[in-house]
């Protein structure tokens, strides 16, 4: 059962687990969430430091990440990362 206090926090809606902020990180950094889901995020973090920390993580990824481009890398880290998400797709 959901507490008043979460849906309070959410505006009507439960709160958003850690597990659902991490699945969400990505539209939320995109701007691909609705008004209501990015304040529910938003929430979220206000009072999850390590949810904060996550996405802190995930944004300094971004950026160093960003200025990797293909031909940095060698054929090895390039059949590395392949065989890495070989079949990734598939397997969510």
């Known amino acids: 059962m959901t507490s008043i206090w979460q849906r309070i ?7 958003l687990t850690c597990a659902q902020v991490v699945e969400l990180v990505t539209d ?3 701007g691909g969430l609705s008004d209501a889901d990015r304040a529910r ?3 979220h973090l206000s009072d999850c430091d390590g949810c904060t920390n996550y ?4 944004r300094v990824t971004i ?9 940095d890398l060698s054929a ?9 998400f070989q079949g990734w797709a598939h397997d969510g």
Not at 9 to 15: F, K, L
Not at 76 to 83: D, H, I, N, Q, V
């Open 9 to 15: 926090r959410g505006r009507g809606e439960p709160a």
């Open 63 to 71: 950026a160093v990440v960003g200025r990797v481009h293909e031909d």
């Open 28 to 30: 939320y950094l995109e």
């Open 41 to 43: 995020f938003e929430a």
């Open 76 to 84: 090895e880290a390039k059949a590395g990362l392949l065989a890495a």
């Open 55 to 58: 996405l802190d993580q995930i």
